[in-house]
């Protein structure tokens, strides 16, 4: 099974006050406004906000390690190209910006963000301020796409407890893990069969996901937005990319450093080969699990994590394991989010934690408390 990521980081002056300048970032390596380039071994882009910034490993792999390398000397290559110009950070939501510090990217693209802000009106946090670790999943067969599928779904809440990574809002800390899922989930509402609440149903066959799939683009036609009627304009918590060959989970916060990242994607990897998992299946049920771990992280089901801990670490390949015990430190400790959140309520100052979480990203050494 190959894997492939996407990472979105927040772009910020050394005070880790936003940036919108992803643009001026672009053109500054190319010389023109491109939304897309080739920087060493990744892909930078940009995103529909101007404060965040995408890395992408130039090429997928069946090794993690080939993925983590990549990332790493992509993120070493920015460095050394800005200086100290310029601070990336992780987490789900940047913790300090307010909605009138960004902006959205208006150099191509402008006819899907205007039928997307006509829609649901993108000035809001749930499109201008998220920042999400996409993992990509290769499959081989229906038969071997509807099972993983099932599978991840099934997973999604135990997976967004993990990587819950966005405590704060607007400096605020709100007591909710994971905001970004928080705003997510409701910045699509008018057409609610877009996020379906991130949990999708359960399919028997990709004839059912293909038809799921046609009753959003029927709501989006219905609504003259026939323009994104495309399939990666379904938001829920695993979507599929026929065109790409692969599952993409879509419901996970961005992490602290590239090796936070690619433990999370040896936890899915490992866990997907097992035959049969203690998990829920049920759809009210997965909701429920939901909900728990976006507002408590790893806290509210960490018997459950250790049970799937245990079981990953049983099928997991040698490389896998040199992974895994980060996903433990979190399963005991905590998420990201449960860290960051108590230790700003302990010291009251947001300007350290950021400045550790940016050295994390830089030296690839996961936060711990």
Not at 85 to 93: T, W
Request: glycine share 8%; hydrophobic share 35%.
């Amino acid at each position: 099974m190959t894997i492939g990521t996407e990472h979105e980081f927040s772009i910020n002056d050394p005070g880790f006050n936003p940036l919108p300048v992803s643009d001026t970032i672009l053109k500054t390596i190319c010389g023109s406004y491109n939304s897309e380039i080739l920087f060493g071994d990744i892909r930078l882009g940009k995103e529909l906000q101007k404060t965040v910034i995408e890395m992408v490993p130039r090429n997928h792999a069946e090794s993690i390690a080939v993925l983590e390398g990549q990332l790493v000397r992509g993120i070493r290559k920015f460095s050394h190209v800005f200086r100290d110009r310029y601070q990336l950070l992780g987490l789900g939501m940047h913790p300090t910006l307010q909605l009138n510090e960004t902006a959205v990217w208006d150099h191509d693209e402008g006819e899907y963000y205007e039928a997307y802000d006509r829609l649901f009106n993108i000035r809001q946090h749930g499109w201008l301020n998220i920042q999400a670790l996409q993992v990509n999943l290769s499959y081989s067969g229906a038969k071997d796409l509807v099972l993983s599928y099932n599978r991840i779904r099934s997973l999604l809440p135990y997976l967004i407890a993990v990587t819950a990574a966005s405590p704060i809002v607007e400096g605020k800390s709100t007591g909710t893990a994971d905001n970004r899922l928080l705003y997510y989930r409701e910045n699509q509402k008018e057409i609610p069969l877009i996020c379906n609440r991130i949990i999708p149903k359960k399919i028997g066959s990709v004839r059912d996901y293909r038809r799921e799939q046609e009753e959003i683009f029927f709501g989006l036609r219905a609504n003259d937005a026939a323009i994104l009627c495309e399939e990666w304009v379904n938001s829920g918590g695993v979507i599929i990319r026929f065109s790409r060959k692969c599952l993409e989970i879509k419901a996970l916060d961005e992490q602290e450093s590239i090796r936070s990242d690619m433990a999370v994607c040896a936890f899915i990897r490992s866990l997907l080969r097992c035959g049969s998992l203690p998990v829920e299946t049920d759809q009210d049920g997965l909701l429920a699990l939901t909900e728990e771990a976006i507002q408590r992280g790893t806290a509210g089901l960490r018997p459950e994590l250790q049970q799937l801990y245990s079981r990953a670490w049983d099928h997991a390949t040698a490389e896998e394991r040199l992974y895994l015990p980060f996903i433990r430190d979190r399963i005991g400790h905590g998420s990201l989010a449960e860290l960051v959140r108590d230790r700003f309520g302990r010291e009251g100052q947001i300007v350290p934690i950021l400045s550790d979480l940016a050295d994390s990203l830089k030296t690839n050494r996961p936060y711990r408390r």
